[in-house]
């Protein structure tokens, strides 16, 4: 057998086909092979893609918590009437602030944003005083002092206006404000009521009269104010060794060493005093003639103590004529006598701290009873069955203060328009 | 299901008779062996189909993978096979192959050295060229030719030898 055969031989051997059996059994298992190895990829083109979201949800969330605190929270600082003194964003809401006021501005500009200031205060006055319980006095107080602040400011910033058609503009503007603000406290002190803490009570008192002075204020600011009408002519009185002249001025006791000197002329000692006689309508009045070698510091302390006696007793009187007023009147009985309550009580402690010597203090307790009488209405609830809504209180304010006013005389200085504007102007040159 | 899955089926539609007849010839026709080596070769190939050049031949790529995969397969059974094999050699080729003339010539190409065996069944079984079983066993392609000549030579002798 040759190589050929050999070869031809060989090539026909037999050649066995795999068994069907056999085939499916190995394509079963190429098939699982390819499926496990699709899903191992697959889980790790999960697993980055996990990782790559979580990377990008990380990032997301960073740049979510950086647009909180930047914008969103000190947003919802700033704009809130909820953040409120002793909550822990208003540093936040007071930063914000600081930034806003340290911007250059126009003055109408600045007047904008002053009286935007007052308002914010207000609202976060009347959600502090929302409460049944007044838990925050202090903030309260302090919240609204400051809301009379940038009120006072606006009114500041008006009058550093040149021109006179832009002031004019302004001073309205003001003046709508001041009736908003008006509201606004009013709202406060009726949720506040006679009876509760007395700084609060005090304060809003004063604020209420703050905004009354700067709607009806006047362009002159002087140290001391005479009223026409009231007032004596100037006196002369002419002898061969001396002349005295006498005026009468109507100022607070404090002011009594800052008047001016130059309408008094040197006297006598014996002509120093001129007294003016009592009368019905005998103002709040003193009389301070130069005396070169009588006149002390002494006497001018008793001649303060004597104004001061003048009006606790003036007060006095004034309180009793409110209380009348106001029990005749739709008011809630219990608020009434709350209120009236307080008053005596705060002219009782005036007495006391002008018998021990304490002027200054017995003239604060004199001004917050002042403001308080000023605005007792305010205060006070109307009956239940009466309350036909807040046209028929204001209408009860309106009234209550034209009776007031009319009723005593010794309430002419104290309420009526010019003698509020005159004293009002005494306080803000102090 | 991907592309180069399915080109890796159409292989395994291509060779897995032939590789099956590979293993057969080499484990004493044994055929849940070979069945057994042809899967596992196969499932071998898939796992590395990545590497494989498709620049180069297949066919020789799956037999190298194959031989490799039977020496493999020898050393971790002492080689049992081989003296299975010449025990029931007549045995099984009887019952296998009807040719008395296969018969004889392949009784002799079971006798020749593994090397000679191996190259003349990948040559004549298989249906290798010389290239192709020179990069399936990892020789050069002229001692390839060679050592299937001196393979005929022998099995001539052999041949003439036993039925002069």
């Known amino acids: 057998m040759n190589d050929y055969d050999i070869e031809k031989v060989l090539k026909k051997l037999p050649q066995p086909k795999l068994s069907r059996l056999a085939d499916w059994r190995i394509r079963l298992q190429i098939y699982r092979h390819i499926w496990q190895k699709r899903f191992i990829s697959w889980r790790i083109s999960w697993h980055k893609v996990i990782v790559l979201q979580s990377n990008r949800l990380a990032y997301a969330l960073i740049v979510l918590v950086l647009f909180c605190l930047v914008v969103v929270i000190p947003g919802f600082a700033y704009a809130s009437p ?58 309260i107080v302090e ?18 206006i040149a021109t006179s058609t832009e002031k004019d503009k302004l001073d309205n503007l003001i003046t709508a404000k001041q009736d908003e603000h008006m509201a606004e406290l009013s709202a406060v002190a009726a949720q506040v009521g006679p009876a509760n803490d007395d700084t609060v009570v005090d304060t809003i008192a004063l604020a209420l009269d703050k905004i009354k002075q700067v709607k009806v204020r006047t362009d002159k600011k002087i140290k001391f104010q005479r009223l026409p009408g009231l007032l004596p002519k100037l006196e002369i009185e002419q002898s061969a060794t001396s002349t005295v002249a006498t005026s009468t001025i109507i100022t607070e006791p404090e002011e009594a060493k800052q008047v001016d000197e130059q309408t008094i002329l040197e006297a006598t000692a014996t002509k120093a005093l001129k007294e003016i006689p009592e009368g019905k309508n005998r103002p709040k009045i003193w009389q301070f003639t130069k005396e070169k070698s009588t006149t002390t510091p002494q006497k001018i302390e008793n001649k303060n103590k004597a104004i001061v006696q003048e009006n606790i007793e003036n007060m006095k009187a004034n309180i009793k004529t409110l209380k009348s007023n106001l029990e005749s009147k739709p008011f809630d009985q219990n608020d009434v ?94 | 299901m991907a592309e180069e899955d399915k080109e890796f089926l159409g292989y395994y ?38 590497s494989f050049d498709q620049t180069r031949s297949f066919q020789s790529w799956i037999y190298k993978i194959a031989h490799n995969h039977l020496v493999n397969y020898y050393r971790i ?71 299937i000549s001196r393979a005929l030579q022998v099995i001539q002798e052999k041949l003439k030898a036993h039925n002069p």
Not at chain 1, 143 to 159: G, M, P, R, W
Not at chain 1, 347 to 356: E, R, T
Not at chain 2, 136 to 143: I, P, S, T, V
Request: hydrophobic share 35%; with cysteine.
């Open chain 1, 82 to 139: 909820e953040v409120t003194r002793g909550h822990w964003l208003y540093p936040v809401k007071q930063a914000i602030e600081k930034v806003e006021l340290a911007f250059p501005q126009s003055a109408p500009a600045k007047v904008a944003t002053y009286e935007k200031m007052a308002e914010r205060r207000l609202a976060e006055a009347a959600v502090l005083t929302k409460k049944p319980e007044i838990k925050k006095p202090q903030a």
């Open chain 1, 143 to 160: 919240t609204i002092k400051e809301a009379v602040a940038f009120s006072d400011k606006a009114v500041v910033a008006v009058q550093q």
């Open chain 1, 337 to 430: 006598t709350a209120l009236i309550n307080r008053l005596n009580s705060k002219i009782k402690k005036a007495g006391q701290a002008l018998n021990s010597g304490n002027l200054n203090q017995a003239d604060d307790l004199l001004k917050t009873t002042e403001a308080l009488t000023n605005n007792a209405e305010h205060f006070i609830k109307p009956k239940k069955e009466q309350l036909q809504g807040q046209e028929d209180k204001s209408d009860n304010i309106k009234e209550g203060n034209n009776n007031l006013g009319s009723q005593d005389p010794k309430w002419i200085n104290r309420n009526s328009g010019s003698d509020n504007n005159n004293r009002n102007s005494n306080d803000e040159s102090n």
């Open chain 2, 13 to 50: 539609q291509k060779f897995k008779d032939k590789i099956f007849t590979y293993f057969w010839y080499r484990v004493n026709f044994n055929r849940t062996i070979a069945e057994d080596l042809t899967s596992e070769v196969f499932i071998r190939a898939l796992t590395n189909f990545d």
């Open chain 2, 77 to 147: 059974h002492n080689r049992e096979v081989e003296l299975e094999c010449a025990k029931n050699l007549s045995q099984g080729l009887s019952q296998i192959i009807a040719n008395l003339e296969l018969e004889r010539v392949l009784k002799e190409i079971e006798r020749l050295e593994s090397y000679y065996r191996e190259v003349l069944l990948l040559r004549f079984v298989d249906g290798l060229n010389n290239q192709e079983i020179a990069e399936a066993l990892g020789k050069d392609e002229g001692a390839v030719r060679t050592q």
